[in-house]
C-alpha cells in the first residue's frame, strides 16, 4: 500500500488524484491530521489515518501495513527538521519500506537565503539516508504558483515589482510535479535516487513581465527595487511582517541564482514536456486583467 501524507494539501491531493488514475483506490492511504478534512478522499475509497510530525505514536500507528510512504516536507516552520525526523524514524520502526521525500532543488541549502526553509530538508536527507528504508528524493524547485503568490493573482498595473534582479529559476506546475511523484510511487528503478525537478529553462521576472505584456496586450515592466523599498512597500499595504520577510527572502535567494538548476527529469518522469511557464501563466492572468 502506498500511503501520502500532507493529504490535505494541493501537492498532496493532486497526487492521490495522479495515484487514482494509476492503482485501485484500495491500495492508497492518506495521513491526515483532521479526518473531517479528508471526507472527499474517503469517499474515494482511500484509507484515512489520522497521525501529526509531531506525534510520533501517531504516526508509526498510520504507517504500519505501508509499503510507500511520499512524506511532503511539513509547512510548520515550528521546528521543521524535527518534525521531518519524527516522521521518518516513525517510518523507519513502522516498517515502510520506502520512502520518497518531497525536498527542494537549491545550490547550497545551509548556506541559503531561505536556510530557515532548506536546513529541514537537508536533516531529512540525511535521516532518509541514514535509516536503512530505501528512498527517493525530489528535489523540487520553485512551484510556478510561486510567482502569483509573489505578485498578486491580479496583472500588475504598475509593472511586476519584485527585488530578485537578473537572477533565473526554473519554474515548474505543481501539478506536474505531483505528477511525477505519482509516476515514481507506482514504477519501479526509483531506489536509493535524488531526481532534480525542474523544468528544462529558466525565467527572471524580467522574463516573467515579458511573458504577462504578451498575455494581457500591454506592457509590463519590470521594477527590480531595493530590499528595503520592497519591504517598506508591503508592510504599508498591510501585509503582516513574516509574510513580508518570507517573500523577501524568496527573493533573494532568487537574486543569488540558487534556485537557477534546469534540468530534464522532469520531462522524463512525465514522458512529455511540462507546462510552459507562459501557459501556467495564461491560466492565472487570462481573464484577470
Known amino acids: 500500500m502506498i500511503l501520502v501524507t500532507g493529504s490535505t494539501g494541493h501537492f498532496g491531493k493532486a497526487t492521490i488524484d495522479f495515484l487514482l488514475k494509476k492503482i485501485p483506490s484500495s491500495g492508497i492511504a492518506a495521513l491526515a491530521r483532521d479526518r473531517n478534512k479528508a471526507v472527499d478522499l474517503a469517499a474515494k475509497g482511500i484509507d484515512i489515518r489520522t497521525g501529526d510530525y509531531t506525534d510520533f505514536n501517531s504516526m508509526v500507528k498510520a504507517f504500519t501495513g505501508i509499503e510507500k510512504l511520499l512524506l511532503i516536507s511539513s509547512n ?6 524535527g518534525q521531518h525526523v519524527n516522521a521518518i524514524n516513525a517510518a523507519q520502526k513502522a516498517g515502510v519500506k520506502h520512502i520518497v521525500y518531497t525536498s527542494a532543488d537549491i545550490k ?5 537565503a531561505i536556510a530557515f526553509i ?3 530538508h537537508d536533516k531529512a536527507e540525511n535521516q532518509i539516508k541514514n535509516s536503512g528504508m530505501t528512498y527517493t528524493i525530489l528535489k523540487n524547485n520553485l512551484y510556478a504558483e510561486c510567482i502569483p503568490m509573489f505578485l498578486g493573482e491580479k496583472l500588475p498595473g504598475t ?4 527585488p530578485a534582479g537578473p537572477g533565473k529559476t526554473p519554474f515548474a506546475a505543481r501539478i506536474d510535479m505531483a ?4 509516476h515514481v510511487l507506482t514504477t519501479e528503478g526509483h531506489g536509493n535516487k535524488e531526481y532534480s525537478i525542474s523544468s528544462g529553462t529558466s525565467y527572471s521576472f524580467s522574463d516573467v513581465a515579458d511573458i504577462l505584456s504578451e498575455i494581457s496586450g500591454r506592457k509590463i515592466a519590470y521594477l527590480d527595487p531595493p ?3 520592497f519591504t517598506e512597500q508591503l508592510i504599508k499595504a498591510g501585509v503582516p511582517e513574516m509574510v513580508v ?25 512525465l ?3 511540462p507546462i510552459s511557464l507562459k501557459a501556467f501563466l495564461q491560466t492565472v492572468y487570462s481573464t484577470k486583467k
Open 76 to 81: 510548520d516552520m515550528n521546528d521543521r527538521g
Open 108 to 112: 547550497d541549502p545551509l548556506q541559503s
Open 118 to 120: 532548506t536546513d529541514g
Open 159 to 162: 509593472g511586476v515589482f519584485f
Open 179 to 182: 505528477e511525477a511523484a505519482a
Open 227 to 229: 530590499k528595503e523599498v
Open 245 to 269: 520577510g518570507f517573500t523577501a527572502a524568496f527573493a533573494e535567494a532568487i537574486k543569488r541564482d540558487e534556485f537557477n538548476l534546469p534540468g530534464t527529469t522532469l520531462e522524463s518522469l
Open 271 to 273: 514522458g512529455r514536456k
